[in-house]
C-alpha cells in the first residue's frame, strides 16, 4: 500500500468503487479505495439488484438515467459481466389518488425524455400474469426498469478502476483520520498511514462511523429490509417459454411490495409499515458478509395484500428470505458532496437504491473534486441539505418514518409529523392557540395558514384544492386590503463583517453592495455562471470602525451557502461570516396599513421621505431593539422586523394591540407565497437554481457586469452577449379545481419547429409486450390518462417545465412559473401554451407583467 495518494475513497461498496471509476476516468490516477474486509461487504452483496430511472425529484432521476446507461460502458472496460435483465416494469395504482400520482410522474417523465406510458390494468397482467388486475386501477410503463447482479456490477466498477490506474486495497480497516495545519489527510489504516489530499467517505453501513472520525454527525442510519425467494414456479418457466421474455417488475403501492422474476420464480421485498432500525446507535466493524434474523411475521400485512393482488404467488413455496440492513437519510436521498466546515472532506453516502443511483453519485461528486461542479442540479442529495436539528434521535425518527412510506403518496400539502416539533420560536404556542397549522421548514415549526375558530387546524391532504383555500384566500384580502403579519424565522440570517467586508461581498455578488441604511437585492453565481444563491443584503453601521453587512436568503440553503462563503474567504481572517439560525427571529407587517401599525410602534419618522423603500434601520420597535427592512415578499408595502428571540413575543404582543384598529390579520407561508406569485416573483431552489444562468432566470436588472470582476463574471457576460437559450417567465393558466406544483410539461403549439429545450437520452429501452409476445406501443388506455404519449403530439410540444406556482387568490388566478426557450419567453398569444396537470392539458398565457401593482408603486409608496 502507498503512502501517499491525492484521493483515498474509504468503502467498496457499489458507490464506492463507481466513485473511484470516476475519478480515474476524470483524470486522477493518483487515487486509491480502501475497504475494511472484502468488495461488497456491506449493503451491496445482499441487494436485490433492482434498478429504475423514476425519482421524486427529476434531476436525481436524471443521474438514475445515466446510471442504468453507464453499466454497458464499464462491462466493456472491466470484461466484467453485470449480468443486466432489462425487463421493464409497471407502477400499480389501486385508487384514482394513486393514478393522479401516477400522471403526475408520467408527465414529470415528458421533459426528462423518459418513454413511460400510462396503461390498463390489463395491459400490465398482460406483461405479468401472476396478478389479479381487478385490484387495479390503472399503472404506468416504464422501460427502463430491470435487475442485475450486485456484485459483478460492483466488480465491474472496480475492475474498470484498476484499469485506468486507481489502487485498490483490501482487509484493511480506516481506524482514524486526522488533518494536517496545510490540509492533508491522515488516513490511518490497519497496514498503516496514508497521506491523502482528499478524503471520500463512502462507508455504506460505516458512513455514521467515518464521520464521527472527523466530528461530524451524518443524518443516516440503517433499516432492516426484507425480501423473499419463491421456488420454481410453473407459471414463470411456461411465461418465459411461450413469449420468450422475462417477467417485468411490478411496484405495488397498496401492498408496499415490489416484485421480479428471480430465475425460474419469483423475487418479492417489501416495505412495511412495522419497520426496524438496524444498529441504531453505532455499528459494529465486525459485521459482515452476514443476514439479519428474517421477521415474517413483520412483513405479514403486506404479504396479505400482495398475495391478494397477485394470487399466482401464494401458492408458491418460499425458498429463501433475505434479510439485510440498508442505509437511508431522512428523505431517501443519498448524502453527497463536500462536508461544510471540512476541507476536502466528502460524502457519498446513505445511497439507499445503489444499483439506480450509484452511477449517477460518482459522476456528479468526481466532476465536483475535479472541476469544483457537480455539473447537475444535486440538490436533492447534497449533505448541505440538512442542518444541526438533524440529530442522532431525530434522524433515527425521520428514517424510520420515510422508510414505512417509500410506497405512500406524498401529497404537495402534506406535513409528516415524525420528530416535531424539533425547533421552535417563542411565538409557537401562540400560533398553536391562533389556530395555525404548522409547517416543516428546515426543522423550524412555521405556521402555514390560519384555521377558522372552531375548526381543527389540520391540512386535509390532496393533489387539488383543499381546506386551506377560503382560510389562505382570506389571509391575503385582509393583507392586500388592510394590514396582515407573519413570522419569518425561517429565512436564513448571517452578519458579514470586516475592514474588505464590501470587497468580499462585491466579489461574491453580482449586484453592487448598498450604501448605509440601504439594501439590494443580489443573486450570486459560480464560477460557470450558474445561479447559486439569491439574498437580500443591507450595509449597517460600521461597529468598531469595522464594515458591517446583513444578509438574508433561503433558510434551507444555510449550509449550502456557509460551504460557498468559507470556500472563498480571506486566508488572513480579516473577513468574518455568522450565521444566526434562529439566534435571530423575525416578524413581517404588509398591506396599506402597515405603515400607520408601524408609526404607532416606533419614536422615529417613517415617513415616505424618511423611511424609503429599500431602507434598512435598527431601530424600536414596541420598545424592543430590533433591524426593520423597508420590504417584503408580498410586493406591497411593508416591514421585515428582526429581534433576538427573545424580544419577539414583546415585538409580537405590540404589533397585534396596534393592529386592531386597522384589522390585522394573521397569515401564514402559503399565503405569502401566494401574493409572491402575483408579482412574479421567482423562489430559490425552484425558478433559482444551478442549472439556470441569471439571465435565463430574468435576473437581468440584478446583474451589474460593469462594476468589478465577480465570480461567475466572465459566463454571465458571454450568456447576456449570446442571449439566454431559456428564460424564466410566469403563465396564468386556465385550470380546473387543481393548481400546479411544480415539474409538469410546459406544452407549446409550434408546428414543426424543434427549439431543442427537450432531449431524449440515449440508452437502453424495453419494448412493452402482450401476453401473446407481440409488442405494444402507444396504447394509453389507463382511465383518464393523457391521450397522447411523449413529448410530440402533432402541432404541440414539450418545450419546458414549471418550477412551482399554486393560486394566486387577490388576483384571483390560477399561476404557474417555469422555463421555456427564450424565442417564446415573451409571447402571450392565447392558444400558443399548455400545462398539463394531473394529466390534463390546460391552457396557460404568458404573463410578462405582474398581475398585481405591475408597476410596483404600492411596495414603494
Request: charged fraction near 25%; aromatic fraction near 10%.
Amino acid at each position: 500500500m502507498k503512502s501517499h495518494a491525492k484521493a483515498v475513497v474509504i468503502g467498496g461498496g457499489v458507490v464506492g468503487c463507481s466513485v473511484l471509476y470516476h475519478l480515474a476516468k476524470s483524470g486522477w490516477t493518483d487515487i486509491m479505495l480502501i475497504e475494511r474486509s472484502e468488495l461488497t461487504s456491506g449493503s451491496s452483496w445482499h441487494a436485490a439488484g433492482g434498478f429504475h430511472t423514476l425519482n421524486g425529484d427529476p434531476n436525481v432521476a436524471k443521474l438514475q438515467a445515466y446510471t442504468v446507461q453507464l453499466y454497458k460502458e464499464i462491462e466493456e472496460i472491466s470484461g466484467q459481466s453485470c449480468s443486466l435483465h432489462l425487463t421493464g416494469g409497471v407502477m400499480m395504482a389501486d385508487t384514482p389518488e394513486r393514478m393522479d400520482f401516477l400522471r403526475l410522474a408520467h408527465a414529470k417523465g415528458r421533459y426528462l425524455g423518459m418513454d413511460t406510458e400510462l396503461i390498463t390494468p390489463s395491459e400490465a397482467k398482460a406483461m405479468f400474469p401472476l396478478m389479479d388486475e381487478t385490484n387495479f386501477v390503472g399503472a404506468m410503463w416504464d422501460p427502463v426498469e430491470g435487475h442485475l447482479d450486485p456484485s459483478g456490477t460492483t466488480h465491474a466498477y472496480a475492475k474498470a478502476a484498476r484499469k485506468l490506474g486507481a489502487e485498490i486495497v483490501l482487509r484493511n480497516r480506516v481506524v482514524e483520520l486526522t488533518q494536517e495545519v496545510d490540509g492533508t489527510w491522515n488516513v490511518v489504516t490497519e497496514q498503516g498511514t496514508v497521506k491523502a489530499e482528499h478524503v471520500v467517505n463512502c462507508g455504506g453501513l460505516w458512513a455514521r462511523e467515518i464521520g464521527r472520525m472527523v466530528g461530524v454527525e451524518l443524518p443516516v442510519l440503517a433499516m432492516e429490509h426484507m425480501y423473499l425467494l419463491t421456488e420454481p414456479m410453473p407459471e414463470v418457466e411456461e411465461f418465459n417459454k411461450s413469449t420468450g421474455r422475462e417477467m417485468i417488475g411490478v411496484l405495488d403501492f397498496k401492498g408496499e411490495i415490489y416484485t421480479r422474476q428471480e430465475r425460474n420464480g419469483i423475487l418479492l421485498g417489501t416495505y412495511e409499515k412495522a419497520c426496524k432500525p438496524w444498529s441504531p446507535v453505532s455499528t459494529p466493524w465486525d459485521f459482515g458478509h452476514e443476514l439479519l434474523q428474517p421477521d415474517i411475521d413483520r412483513i405479514a400485512p403486506s404479504l396479505e395484500i400482495g398475495f391478494k393482488h397477485f394470487p399466482g404467488i401464494e401458492k408458491a413455496g418460499i425458498k429463501q428470505i433475505i434479510n439485510g440492513p440498508f442505509t437511508f437519510a431522512l428523505d431517501g436521498n443519498p448524502l453527497v458532496g463536500p462536508v461544510q466546515g471540512l476541507t476536502n472532506f466528502w460524502c457519498a453516502c446513505a445511497v439507499m437504491a445503489g444499483f439506480s443511483q450509484g452511477g449517477g453519485v460518482g459522476l456528479a461528486l468526481s466532476n465536483w473534486m475535479v472541476h469544483g461542479d457537480p455539473g447537475f442540479d444535486v440538490w436533492g442529495m447534497d449533505v448541505a441539505r440538512f442542518g444541526e436539528w438533524a440529530t442522532l434521535r431525530y434522524t433515527n425518527a425521520k428514517v424510520r418514518e420515510n422508510y414505512s412510506r417509500r410506497f405512500s403518496i406524498r401529497f404537495p400539502n402534506e406535513e409528516l409529523p415524525a420528530a416535531r416539533p424539533a425547533q421552535t420560536t417563542p411565538l409557537y404556542d401562540t400560533m398553536i392557540a391562533n389556530n395555525a397549522v404548522m409547517g416543516d421548514s428546515w426543522g423550524l415549526e412555521t405556521p402555514l395558514w390560519f384555521a377558522p375558530r372552531g375548526s381543527e387546524p389540520k391540512d386535509v391532504v390532496s393533489f387539488h384544492r383543499s381546506n386551506d383555500f377560503g382560510p389562505i384566500s382570506e389571509e391575503v384580502r385582509a393583507t392586500r386590503e388592510k394590514v396582515g403579519v407573519t413570522e419569518i424565522a425561517n429565512f436564513a440570517k448571517y452578519e458579514v463583517s470586516g475592514p474588505g467586508a464590501e470587497d468580499f461581498l462585491n466579489r461574491l455578488m453580482t449586484n453592487r453592495m448598498p450604501k448605509t441604511g440601504r439594501i439590494v437585492l443580489t443573486p450570486m453565481l459560480n464560477e460557470f455562471g450558474r445561479l447559486i444563491g439569491d439574498f437580500t443584503i443591507a450595509k449597517a453601521s460600521p461597529r468598531g470602525g469595522e464594515e458591517r453587512f446583513m444578509i438574508w436568503g433561503s433558510s434551507a440553503a444555510q449550509k449550502y451557502h456557509m460551504r460557498w462563503f468559507e470556500k472563498h474567504l480571506p486566508k488572513d481572517g480579516s473577513i468574518r461570516i455568522h450565521r444566526f439560525d434562529q439566534t435571530l427571529v423575525g416578524l413581517s407587517i404588509a398591506g396599506p396599513k402597515s405603515r400607520d401599525l408601524l408609526q404607532k410602534l416606533v419614536d422615529v419618522d417613517i415617513s415616505t421621505t424618511a423611511f424609503r423603500f429599500m431602507d434598512f434601520r435598527e431601530m424600536a420597535v414596541g420598545g424592543a431593539p430590533c433591524m426593520v427592512n423597508r420590504i417584503t415578499y408580498t410586493g406591497d408595502l411593508g416591514y421585515e422586523i428582526w429581534m433576538a428571540p427573545a424580544y419577539q413575543r414583546l415585538v409580537y404582543k405590540a404589533i397585534k394591540e396596534a393592529g386592531e384598529e386597522f384589522g390585522l390579520v394573521d397569515f401564514g407561508m402559503r399565503a405569502l407565497l401566494s401574493m409572491r406569485l402575483e408579482k412574479n416573483f421567482p423562489t430559490w431552489f425552484r425558478e433559482l437554481r444551478p442549472i439556470y444562468g441569471p439571465f435565463e432566470g430574468s435576473m437581468d436588472r440584478f446583474i451589474k457586469l460593469e462594476k468589478n470582476d465577480f465570480i461567475g463574471r466572465e459566463a454571465a457576460a458571454k450568456e447576456q452577449a449570446e442571449g439566454p437559450k431559456l428564460r424564466r417567465v410566469s403563465f396564468i393558466v386556465d385550470a380546473a379545481d387543481a393548481d400546479v406544483m411544480g415539474d409538469e410539461p410546459i406544452w407549446a403549439k409550434v408546428g414543426g419547429k424543434d427549439y431543442g429545450t427537450v432531449e431524449k437520452p440515449h440508452g437502453y429501452g424495453a419494448p412493452r409486450f402482450d401476453a401473446g409476445g407481440k409488442e405494444v406501443r402507444g396504447s394509453n388506455a389507463a382511465e383518464g390518462a393523457s391521450a397522447v404519449r411523449g413529448i410530440v403530439d402533432g402541432d404541440w410540444r414539450v418545450v419546458g417545465w414549471v418550477t412551482s406556482g399554486g393560486y394566486a387568490h387577490y388576483v384571483e388566478k390560477s399561476m404557474a412559473q417555469g422555463y421555456v426557450p427564450a424565442a417564446l419567453a415573451e409571447n402571450e398569444s392565447a392558444g400558443l401554451f399548455e400545462i398539463e396537470i394531473l394529466g390534463h392539458r390546460r391552457p396557460a398565457r404568458v404573463n410578462v407583467e405582474p398581475p398585481f401593482d405591475p408597476s410596483g408603486e404600492k411596495m414603494r409608496t
